[in-house]
């Protein structure tokens, strides 16, 4: 018998067995072989590539149902993360973050100017990033995070060196606080030239990854829990209606954000400015967070998402 003959005869084989749902024993009376001869045809069959089986888990047409429906609801690519209620929500968060690091290194290009907030999730993105230099990459921080006690700085500084060292990279912070007591001085700040240099450079971002905040997440959102927030923003933030924000732009439910009174004290792009930005990756984890993504969704901030099917699930719950 030939090589090719051979192969035509593991093929019929493998066709009435995974085609057909013919028994081996049938196989073997039509092709006159024993049983035995049959189960080696079809291991032969799988070694030779001429059958390929794919396994579904369950669960997997949900996800994939979940992906779609978001998808088509808000016009973005979806990346859809297959870990359930079983999870707890800091597995469920480095599940998201090891995802977005594989979609984030796909969107990368040389000479690219990408756009970076920070926070918890951004953080955990960037310890789940591979080394890859991409030349002439830069990095521009997008939103202030100098707090209230005049810290926060070091902090992100240290997330944007971690990923300009793995990128090979060079950073433009962005040393200005992350909310401004005052709108007249973030006013007068912007005219700064050391400040409008940053301006300019984040006008020049193709690419920007961020994340969502939530006021009550299970895995706490920084810029929450560390004293940039006083207790009269929180009590002007709610009676405005904002239910989490992006790049420290409050966000109400609808996806509006104009006339929210802290949003003329913040230091981030609001979503019109983000809107320019041809690519924007936006990550989110946490069964609370699943408000405020609805209303990044709404404000159309985000072209591609990466998020775990019980947020996006609460997503598609809320009334």
Same mark, same amino acid.
Not at 142 to 166: H, P
Not at 249 to 255: E, K, N, S, Y
Not at 287 to 300: D, V
Not at 307 to 318: K, R
């Given at each position: 018998?030939?090589?090719?003959?051979?192969?035509?005869?593991?093929?019929?084989?493998? /066709?009435? =067995?995974?085609?057909?749902?013919?028994?081996?024993?049938?196989?073997?009376?039509?092709? @006159?072989?024993?049983?035995?001869?049959?189960?080696?045809?079809?291991?032969?069959?799988?070694?030779?590539?001429?059958?390929?089986?794919?396994?579904?888990?369950?669960?997997?047409?949900?996800?994939?149902?979940?992906?779609?429906?978001?998808?088509?609801?808000?016009?973005?690519?979806?990346?859809?993360?297959?870990?359930?209620?079983?999870?707890?929500? /800091?597995?469920?968060?480095?599940?998201?973050?090891?995802?977005?690091?594989?979609?984030?290194?796909?969107?990368?290009?040389?000479?690219?100017?990408?756009?970076?907030?920070?926070?918890?999730?951004?953080?955990?993105?960037?310890?789940?990033?591979?080394?890859?230099?991409?030349?002439?990459?830069?990095?521009?921080?997008?939103?202030?995070?100098?707090?209230?006690?005049?810290?926060?700085?070091?902090?992100?500084?240290?997330?944007?060196?971690?990923?300009?060292?793995?990128?090979?990279?060079?950073?433009?912070?962005?040393?200005?606080?992350?909310?401004?007591? =005052?709108?007249?001085?973030?006013?007068?700040?912007?005219?700064?030239?050391?400040?409008?240099?940053?301006?300019?450079?984040?006008?020049?971002?193709?690419?920007?990854?961020?994340?969502?905040?939530?006021?009550?997440?299970?895995?706490?959102?920084?810029?929450?829990?560390?004293?940039?927030?006083?207790?009269?923003?929180?009590?002007?933030?709610?009676?405005?209606?904002?239910? @989490?924000?992006?790049?420290?732009?409050?966000?109400?439910?609808?996806?509006?954000?104009?006339?929210?009174?802290?949003?003329?004290?913040?230091?981030?792009?609001?979503?019109?400015?983000?809107?320019?930005?041809?690519?924007?990756?936006?990550?989110?984890?946490?069964?609370?967070?699943?408000?405020?993504?609805?209303?990044?969704?709404?404000?159309?901030?985000?072209?591609?998402?990466?998020?775990?099917?019980?947020?996006?699930?609460?997503?598609?719950?809320?009334?």
């Amino acid at each position: 018998m030939t090589a090719e003959s051979r192969l035509d005869a593991l093929y019929e084989a493998a /066709r009435m =067995y995974y085609g057909e749902q013919q028994t081996m024993e049938a196989i073997a009376a039509a092709q @006159g072989v024993s049983r035995s001869t049959v189960s080696r045809m079809l291991r032969d069959a799988r070694d030779a590539g001429l059958v390929q089986i794919s396994l579904r888990p369950p669960g997997a047409h949900r996800v994939e149902e979940l992906r779609r429906r978001i998808a088509r609801q808000y016009g973005v690519r979806v990346h859809m993360v297959p870990v359930g209620s079983g999870y707890g929500e /800091r597995e469920r968060l480095q599940s998201v973050a090891e995802t977005g690091a594989e979609v984030l290194d796909g969107m990368l290009e040389p000479g690219m100017t990408v756009g970076m907030a920070w926070g918890t999730t951004l953080a955990a993105l960037v310890r789940s990033l591979h080394p890859r230099p991409v030349p002439g990459l830069r990095i521009v921080q997008l939103n202030g995070a100098i707090n209230t006690e005049g810290s926060g700085l070091t902090y992100v500084s240290t997330v944007l060196a971690r990923a300009a060292t793995l990128w090979d990279a060079t950073v433009h912070h962005f040393p200005v606080p992350a909310f401004f007591d =005052y709108a007249a001085t973030r006013d007068a700040m912007w005219r700064e030239r050391s400040v409008h240099r940053v301006l300019e450079a984040q006008q020049q971002c193709t690419l920007a990854v961020f994340s969502v905040g939530a006021f009550d997440a299970e895995v706490p959102s920084h810029v929450y829990t560390n004293n940039y927030l006083t207790g009269a923003d929180l009590r002007s933030l709610r009676a405005d209606g904002a239910v @989490g924000d992006v790049c420290t732009v409050f966000l109400r439910a609808d996806g509006t954000f104009r006339d929210i009174g802290m949003n003329a004290r913040c230091s981030g792009p609001d979503p019109s400015q983000l809107a320019r930005i041809p690519h924007r990756l936006l990550l989110a984890a946490g069964s609370r967070k699943a408000l405020p993504l609805r209303a990044a969704l709404r404000a159309g901030v985000a072209t591609d998402v990466v998020v775990d099917e019980v947020t996006a699930a609460s997503v598609l719950a809320l009334p």
